[in-house]
Nanobody, 114 residues
């Protein structure tokens, strides 16, 4: 059983910043791709950003230039720096890691007020 511990969500005004963190608890894994997804109210879960073990990144068009994904392979951690936040960024954000299997975090709420 792999538990992903997420932190960093919260309430912020439009234009503000937040930094999300995620790491597996209690185990050492050989992780390939790490990613952040989000699920806005009443909508489907969508990919926000991903990063390979080698550092190649991919972003949703809606967050390009505002969000930055990074990872620390020594700590098996992934981060999402979110700047210039907009009300439409409001969602539950989920961490995802892929080894031979895919694991999900419990989600952390990000709310951006206008």
């Amino acid at each position: 059983q792999v538990n992903l511990v997420e932190s960093g969500g919260g309430l912020v005004q439009a234009g503000g910043s937040l930094r999300l963190s995620c790491a597996p608890s209690g185990t050492t894994l050989s992780i390939n791709t790490m990613a952040w997804y989000r699920q806005p109210p009443g909508k489907q879960r969508e990919l926000v950003a991903s990063i390979t073990r080698g550092g190649r990144t991919n972003y949703a068009d809606s967050v390009k230039g505002r969000f930055t994904i990074s990872r620390d392979n020594a700590k098996n951690s992934v981060y999402l720096q979110m700047n210039s936040l907009k009300p439409e960024d409001t969602a539950v954000y989920y961490c995802n890691i892929k080894t031979a299997f895919s694991y999900w975090g419990q989600g952390t709420q990000v709310t951006v007020s206008s």
